[in-house]
């Protein structure tokens, strides 16, 4: 198996991103919020809300498990599933991390009007996000196979260098 698995923090692109690199390069796109959604049959704020976090990313990880036995797919990420040892292990072992890296700013921006993050509710400003972001960076980093900077570039753009890097 060949995956590649976009990472990143949440509003960097990965959804976006990866349905452009999906109709660019014809490989089929997974995102695992979208299968969490469907598996638990709630939105995202709702498996927080009854269940806890904890919940959520042993979801994920089955959701990966899953995922590392399907055909070579464009796997676009939640952006918490990357800070789990576990997760990065079984991504590295069917196929490559690319990391879409962003600004706070960047991120502040695109998450300012979405209700769908429970972990940025009361917290859509510089500073938490910030804050929330230097606790992170450095999981990113360390999973990253291909490093991808997004700030003020387009979807289509960022898809085609991702193309270029990574052999489809
Ligand atoms: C999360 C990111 C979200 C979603 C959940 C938790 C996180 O996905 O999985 O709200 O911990 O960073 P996006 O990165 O697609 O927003």
Avoid: W
Avoid at 9 to 17: D, H, P, R
Avoid at 65 to 81: A, F, Q, R, T, Y
Avoid at 96 to 103: D, G, P, S
Avoid at 130 to 138: D, W
Wanted: charged share 30%; glycine share 8%.
């Amino acid at each position: 198996m060949n995956h590649i698995f976009l990472i990143g923090f949440m509003g960097a692109g990965k959804t976006s991103v990866g349905k452009a690199l999906s109709t660019l390069t014809g490989v089929n796109l997974i995102d695992t919020d979208s299968l969490a959604v469907e598996r638990e049959g709630r939105s995202i704020p709702k498996i927080f809300k009854e269940y806890g976090e904890g919940y959520f990313r042993r979801l994920e990880y089955l959701i990966l498990v899953n995922i590392s036995e399907m055909p070579s797919s464009v796997v676009s990420c939640g952006g918490g599933v990357a800070i789990r040892d576990e997760n990065i292990k079984l991504m590295k072992s069917c196929g490559k991390i690319c990391y879409l890296r962003a600004k706070p700013q960047t991120i502040l921006k695109r998450v300012e009007y979405s209700n769908n993050r429970p972990l940025l509710e009361g917290k859509k400003n510089i500073e938490d996000i910030t804050g929330l972001m230097e606790q992170r960076v450095h999981y990113y980093e360390n999973a990253a196979d291909i490093i991808v900077d997004v700030d003020d570039r387009k979807t289509l753009e960022i898809a085609e260098e991702i193309r270029c890097l990574v052999d489809f």
